[in-house]
């Protein structure tokens, strides 16, 4: 590939539980705060894990044009659309500005589930002597909700909302893979501008673990049951690490080819040099990702013709499960060695489908800032996850390429290098 049609990184945005856009994001992240939380609704449910990475003020009206389509959005494609509109903003992208056939979204997503306030007067109505009746349903429990409920929370609608937003009529698709979907979207992004249907891609993802409704059904299984401080609970590698935590948010990306960058003067952030996706069956079935994290890195290493000596940094993918953990510190060890590793879950937790998103988005602003930023909640080092983790401060990068990671629950594993501009 020539450098012209090298693909770059040209902007980013994020609604996260450590700040929403850039400087609130980076800030947070080189100083690892945190955003695990009480979680409002949960606090006084019987739910035995009350917290979360929770984004606590967020106003829609702020990002979403028309204001209208706010009716239609679930808080899920609210934060997609937001991240999306801060993306392009930093990007420099006016309206206008790039051909409409030439601009495609693909967006990571998941099933979005419908809200408990919105359900409740519907199966109050299927109410018979105090058991709910499936049978009056369709006369009864379908008349108490909105005729567009199901349009607030369709997985492919983020993709639509931004593509009629910024009138982008190029490829258009969405991926709902778990934590994997915001990285598999990248996967495609990248293929679209490599076949040449486009010349600019806003990627990103949004996911909601903290939902009432998936978390009955899914309960607190791997979930960490830390007693303390909520901010105190995900601590990835950590010999004291006890499960995951769940959070929520959104991240987007700008990816356009050097090219076409470089012709409307905009600024590079950093350069995507591969993507590569394995995949573990075992990991479908309540196993670990075995030896896919070491066959995705090497393939991506392989892509982006880059020798495992000169990687700077690896964002892990860093769950905070006991197994999970220690077969991925497996990988890095076997693959790249002593290389510096950061675990941004550590501050957030695990935001579904926008978690490979959000954290190649920090990989990015790494990069810029020349720092790896700091692990949280790393102290107790654990002789199972053989990896130097960078914790306590941020340490000065002294290569410019970063690695990163990331896995869904049913076994698509996925690692991407990037480098400095």
Known sequence: MSDRNELVITGVGMVTPIGIGREAFWRSLRSAASGVRAVPYLENTRFPVPFGGYVPEFDGKLYVQPRK???????????????????????????????????????????????????????????????????????????????????????????????????????????TLGEASSLMALIEGCNVLRRGHADVMLIGGSGNRLNITPLMYRHALRLSHHAGDPADACRPFDARRDGSVNGEGAGALVLETRGHAEARGARILARLKSAVCTFEPSAFHGGTHSHAFERAIRGALAEAQLAPDAVGFVKANGLGTVDDDACEAAAIRTTVGDTPVTAPKSLFGNLGAAAGIVETIAAVMALEAGEIPPTRNYSQPDPNCPVRVVHSEPQPLTRNSGLVLGASGTGQTIAAVLEAA
């Open 69 to 175: 389509a706010l009716k239609v959005m679930c808080r899920e494609i609210q934060f997609g659309f937001a991240a999306a509109t801060l993306a392009a903003a930093d990007a420099g992208l006016k309206p206008g500005g790039i051909p409409s056939d030439r601009m495609g979204v693909v967006y990571g997503s998941e099933m979005y589930y419908g809200e408990i306030p919105e359900l409740e007067p519907a199966y109050r109505k299927c109410l018979v002597d105090g058991q709910f009746d499936f049978g009056v349903w369709g006369s009864e429990g379908m008349r108490e909700l909105n005729p567009l409920w199901m349009l607030k929370y369709l997985p492919n609608m983020i993709a639509c909302h931004v593509a009629i937003s910024f009138d982008a009529r190029g490829p258009n698709n969405s991926f």
